[in-house]
C-alpha cells in the first residue's frame, strides 16, 4: 500500500540509516590504520564504506517495504509456528533418529577425520550446553563463567593424570567432583543476587580462574599449560602404534590395520555416551522434587520460599550438579587434547554456551542440540572466514534475541500429566 | 612515602577513566534496568576513533590544544553514534521482554562490535607517539621522585569539567529532570508528556560520549590499544558503577576512582598480575556486602 | 472447639522514620476466619510480611500456638515459615509458576515430604518404589483439591493460561498443599466477579470448617469480609481502631468514621 508520502518518508528514513551508516563505518572501516617501520598510517578504504552506506540504506528502504505487508508476515508466521510445533509433537521421534544418527555418524560415507573432529566438537559443546541448561535453563540462574567448572575438570583430570599417573575412568568422577565443589564455592557469594548483577559475578569468577591458571606457574604452568596427559585407552588396549614385545593394542587385538581413525572413533563415542548420560540424568531430574524445585525457582523465588522451598539448597544444587557436568567434559577435553592451557578457556567460550541454551530455548534439551549443531556446525565449515565468523556468531545472538527470545524450542511439555497423554 | 604519593596520582588518573566509562553504566541500569554489556567496547570504539583522529590531525599543522579539542569532539559525536545504533537496534525492540532478553542482546552486541573491529582495523596493537608531553617533578631530593605529568592534570581536569557540566544538565535541565523521571516511572513519564524514547536515546549518547573521552584519554596515557580493552575496562568501570551506587552519577565518579586506586596500589605494592583478580574481587565483595553501594539508594522489594 | 493459634502482642514495625505499625496487638484462632480490614496504607500487608517472614518487626511478638507450645513467628524468616512453623501465604499480585502447569504448581507445593521420599533425589533417580508411592499420593492430594474446586479438567494447563479466578483459587489450593496450620490470605477476593467471591467464601468455608486452618485474610470486598468472617480486625495508620466480629464492626462509630466502608 505504498502511497507518495509512504514512499517519501521511506526515502527519508533510508537516507537518515545511510548517514548513520557513515557514521559508523566511516572511520573504523574507511580509516584502516596499519603499521609500517616508521609507525601507524591511515589506509583508505572508501569504496567498502560507499559499499555498506549503501547497503544499509537499501536494506533499511527494502525492510520498511515489507513492515508495510502484512500479509506476508502472517505467512512467514504460519509457517514458523509449523515448525516449532512440528518440533514439539514429533520430539520424542526426533531424538531417537538424533541419537541413531549420532551412533551411526563416524561410519557415514561422508565422514572423515575432519568431519569427524567437528562431530567431536559439535557433541563437547551438546554436553556444555546440556550442563549449563541445568543452571540456566531449568534453574534460570544467568551463569556466564560456565567455563571455569569446565577448566577446572580439564586440569584436575591433567594433574591428576600426570601426577599420579591414574586413568581416565578414575580421574573423571574425580574432575566432576572438583568442579561441583568449585560449583559450590560460587553459588555462596550469588545466593541473593539476581538477573544482571548474578550475570557479572559468574563472569568475574570466570575470569578469577582463568587468570589464576594463567598466573600460578607452579601448579598449573602457567601459559605454558600441562601437557602429556593420558591418552585414552579401550578397556586397556592402548591406541598406539609402538608396541613393545608381547604386548597388545587396540589394532592388534581387532586384527585391524593401525589407524589413527581409532582413537578418534573411541573418543567420538566416548563423548556421545558422557553427553547421553548428561541428557538421561536431566530428564530424570526434571521430574524429581529438585527439579521442580529449580523450574519454580526460575518463575517465582518469592512464590518458591512462601511453599517452604530452600532457595538457597536448590541453587547450590544447580550450580554444583551444573558444574559437575562440565567438569566431566573438561576431563573429556583434556584427555582429547592431551594438553590444556589456559588459552581455552576464555570468557568467549562461556558466551558461546549461554548463547547455545539460550537460543536453543532455556531448558529445551533438544533445543540444545539444534543450537549447538547450528552454531557451532556451520561456523566451523566456514572457518575460511573466521573473523566474520564471530561477527556473525554476535549477530545471530542479537537477532534470535529480537525474532525469538525465548529462543527456538520454547515449548515445555509438563513433567507430570494427570490426564496422561489423552489431551 | 614519595612512591606512595606517586600511586596515588597514578590512582586519581587511572579512576578518571574508570569513572567517565562507568557513568554510561550506571545511567542505563538507572532509566531502562539493564547492564550495557557493550558499553565497554564503546569506549574501546571512542580510542580506535581517536587514535585514528590524532593520526590524520597530526598530518596538519594545527596547534596541539586544537587538536584536542577536536579530537575530542569527533571522537564524543562518533561514538554517540555507535550507542545511539546499538540502542535502537538491539535493546529497544527487547525492552518489553523477559530479563535475560536484553542481556543476551548486549552480551552478542559486544561480541559484534569487538569483532568487526578486529576485521576491519586488523587485530594488532594500535600504538601511537605520546601526543601530550612534559612534567612536574617533585620531591626531587628524596630517593623516589614523584612525577606528575602535564596529561594526567589534563585528564583529571578534564574530567572535572565534565562533571561539573553533566551534573548540572541532570539537576537544572529540563533533559535532566525528563530523565530522572523515566528513572522513576516511565509509563507515568510517558503520560505527563515525555519522550521516553527520546530521553533513553539521549542518555545512552551521553553516556557514549563520556566513554569516548575515556577512550581519548586512554589513547593519550597508554599510547597502545588493541580491540580488547574494552572488556576489562568495562568490568573494571561496571564494577565502579556498583560500588558507588548503581543510579548514581557521583557514585559513578567515586567508584572509579576508587577502583583505580585500588588497582594502582594492588599493582604498586602486591603483584601486577593479579591486579585484575583485585577488582573482579572487589566487584564480588560489593555485591555481596554492599548491593546498593555506597551512594546509592536501598532498594525494598514489593512483595 | 477452636483454639488460639495467633497471638500478635506489640506489633511495631518501622522503616527508618515512618512508622508503618505502631503497637498492634490483636488474635486469631483456628478453625476461624479472621479479617484484617482498614484504608489504604492502614499497615495491612505490612502485617502480613511480618507474619510470614519477610520483615522483621521492630518491636513486638508474634506467637503461633501448638497444641500446648508456643513458636516465636520472628524467629523464622524466608521459607522456614511455611515448612516449620507451618504458616502459608497468598500475594496481592498472583505469584504462580506460570509456565507451570496446574499439576506441577501442586507438587512443588509438597516440595519438603518429596524431596524426604526421594532420599534427597538418590531413590528418585534409581526410580525406587518408596518414591514413586509418595509421587502417587502427592498427586492424588492435589487431585482431592483440584476436584473441589472445579479445577480438574486444567491439571495439565499452564498456570499462566487458567482464567484470573481460577488462578486464584489455585493460588489457595497451592497454599493448602502445604498443610498449614495458619493461612494468610492477601486480597484474594481482588478482581472476582461475584459469582467467583462466593465460590471463594465457600471454598474458605470449607477449610476452616474441615480442615480446622485458621485463616488470616486481608480484604477491601465486604461481601467475603461480612459474609464469612467470625472475627475482625480493623487498621487505621498503623493503629487498630477496632477488633470485633462482623456485625459490631459494621456498626462501629470509629471503622465508619476511619473509612466509609466499601460495600460491594
Redo the contacts between chains.
Sequence with gaps: MNNSIELKKNIKDSLFTGL?AL??F????G?????QKE????DPQWIMVMFLVVGSAVGRFLINLNSSRTTEIAFVKRAKLNITSYFSNKGKHLAITGVLFAAAYPFLPFTDRYMLDVGIMVLTYIMLGWGLNIVVGLAGL?D?GYVAFYAVGAYSFALLSTTFGWTFWICLPLAGIFAAFFGILLGF?VL??R???L???T???G??IR??LL?WYDLTGGPDGIGGISRPSFFGLPFTNNLKEGENSFHTFFNLEYSTAHKLIFLYYLILILALITNF?TL??R????G??W??LR??E??????????TNTKLTAFSIGAMFGGFAGAFFATKQTFVSPESFT??ES?II??IV?LGGMGSQTGVVLAAIFLIGFTEIFRELE??R??A??????LI??FK??GILSN?E??????GDQ? | MEYFIQQLVNGVTLGSIYGLIAIGYTMV?GIIG??NFAHGDIFM?GA??A???F??FGLTSVALPFILLFVLLISM??TA??G??VEK??YK??RG?????????A????????????????A?T????PIITGKFEFFQESDFVVIISHLQIFMVLLTIALMAGFTFLITKTDLGRAQRACEQDKTMASLLGINVDRTISVTFIIGSSLASVAGMMFVLYYGVIDFYIG?LAG?KA?TAA?LGGIGSLPGAMLGGLIIGLIEVMWSGYISS??K??AA??V??IT??FF?TGLLGKPEIEK? | MSNKLLSVENLTMKFGGLIAIDNLSFSAKDSQITSIIGPNGAGKTTVFNCL??FYKPSEGELLLHKDDNSISLKKYT??????KAKV??T?QNI???????V??NL???Q??E??VA?G??IF??L?LKR?KDK?REA?EK??YW?DLTGL?SR??D?AGDLSYGDQRKLEII??MC?KPKLLCLDEPAAGLNPKESSELNKLLKFIKTEKQTGILLIEHDMSVVMGISDHVVVLNYGKKIFEGTAKDTRNSKEVIEAYLGVEE
Design positions: 548513520i557514521a559508523i566511516g572511520p573504523i572501516v580509516l584502516r590504520t596499519r603499521l609507525g601507524l598510517y591511515i544467568l556466564l557469594p541473593r543476587l538477573g544482571d548483577y550475570a557479572i559475578v563472569l568475574g569468577f575470569e578469577i587468570i589464576i598466573n540424568f530424570r531430574i521430574k524429581l522434587p529438585v521442580r524445585a523450574e519454580a518463575e517465582d518469592i512464590a518458591c520460599k512462601s511453599l517452604g522451598v530452600n532457595p570468557f568467549i558466551a549461554v548463547a539460550v573473523q566474520f564471530m561477527i556468531f554476535g549477530l545471530a545472538m542479537v534475541m529480537l527470545p525465548k515445555r509438563p513433567t507430570i500429566k494427570l490426564h489431551k | 541500569y539493564m547492564i570504539i580506535f576513533i587514535i585514528i583522529s593520526l590524520i559525536l562518533f553514534c555507535y545511539w545504533t537496534l538491539a525492540p527487547l521482554s523477559f530479563r535475560l532478553a536484553p542481556l543476551i542482546s552480551l552478542g552486541m559486544s561480541i559484534v562490535l569487538q569483532n568487526f573491529v578486529q576485521v576491519a582495523q586488523g594488532r594500535k600504538a601511537i607517539h572488556f568490568i561496571f556498583v598480575e593479579y585484575d583478580v573482579f574481587s566487584l564480588i555485591l555481596i548491593p512483595v | 510470614t517472614g524466608d521459607f522456614k515459615i511455611s515448612h502459608a501465604r500475594f505469584r504462580l509458576f506460570s509456565s507451570m502447569s499439576l506441577e507438587l512443588v507445593a516440595h519438603n518429596l524431596m526421594s534427597y533425589s528418585g533417580l526410580n518414591y509421587e498427586v492435589a487431585k483440584l480438574t491439571a495439565d499452564n497451592r497454599a502445604t
